[in-house]
C-alpha cells in the first residue's frame, strides 16, 4: 500500500533522477527503477488473513510505513553509497520494510479496523490493490444492550451513551435520548453532540426506561443503548456528635 503515497512516489522518482546518476552505471538506472517500483508495489503482497490483513489500511497505517520507508531510503542516501553495495543495501532495506509494514497492518487489522462490537462503525480506508479510497461500513446490531442504573433519590442520574469506538468513527451526528414509557411511547429528553444525560435531584418519577440513539448520516442510527433506572430510596447522612472538650478545670473559690 506504502506506493499509494504520494510521498513514496516523489522519493522514488528523486532516488530516479537526483540519486542515481552519481552512484549506479546508467546502463543499470531502467532495469534497476523497475526493480524498486515493483518490491514497493509487492508490499501489498501479504497473506490475506483475517487477523492480520484484509487488502485494506487507514490512512494513520498508511502514514507510518510510508514514514518509516522513506526515513530508511534517505538514510541510505545521505551514506552516500555506490555501485553494488548501494544496490544490496536498498534491496534488503526495501524487504525489512516490507516486514516492517506487515506488523503495522496486522495490528490495525487487530486493533482499529472494525472495533465496534456492536452498531455501524463508518472508516475511510484505502483499498492496496488501486489505492481507491471509500468510507467502510462495518455493520454490527445496532442494539448494544441494556444497562441497569441505580442512583438514590436527590442524587444526580448519569445516562453514558458512548462507546470506545464513537471517537474513532466518522458519519456519526446526534446523541438523542429518550425517556419510554409503558404504553409504547417515548419522549424525546435531549438531543445534541454530548454523550450523557444528567438529571439532578432524581425523584421516585424518574424510575423507568430510557433509549440512547446515535445518529449518522445514513439515516440510520449508528447505536442503540437502552437503559432501565432504578431510584434507591434516600441516602440518610448520619451526623456524629462532636465530642465534648474539656478546655479547662473549675477551681473553687
Known sequence: CVICDPSVVLALKSLEKDYLPGHLDAKHH???MERVENAVKDFQEL??????????????????????????????????VKGDLF??????????QKETFATYVARFQKEAYCPNKCGVMLQTLIWCKNCKKEVHACRKSYDCGERNVEVPQMEDMILDCEL??????EGLTDYSFYRVW????????SKGKEATLTKPMVGPEDAGSYRCELGSV???PATIINFHVTVLPKMIKEEKPSPNIVTGRLVPR
Open 87 to 96: 544496490v544490496k543495501e536498498l534491496f534488503w532495506m526495501l524487504h525489512l
Open 47 to 80: 497473506s490475506l488473513n483475517e487477523d492480520a490483513y484484509m487488502g485494506v489500511v487507514d490512512e494513520a497505517t498508511l502514514q507510518k510505513g510510508s514514514w518509516s520507508l522513506l526515513k530508511d531510503l534517505k538514510r541510505i542516501t545521505d551514506s552516500d
Open 30 to 32: 531502467k532495469a534497476m
Open 218 to 220: 445514513n439515516s440510520s
Open 164 to 169: 470506545n469506538w464513537h471517537q474513532a468513527s
Open 182 to 189: 409503558g404504553n409504547n411511547t417515548e419522549t424525546l429528553v
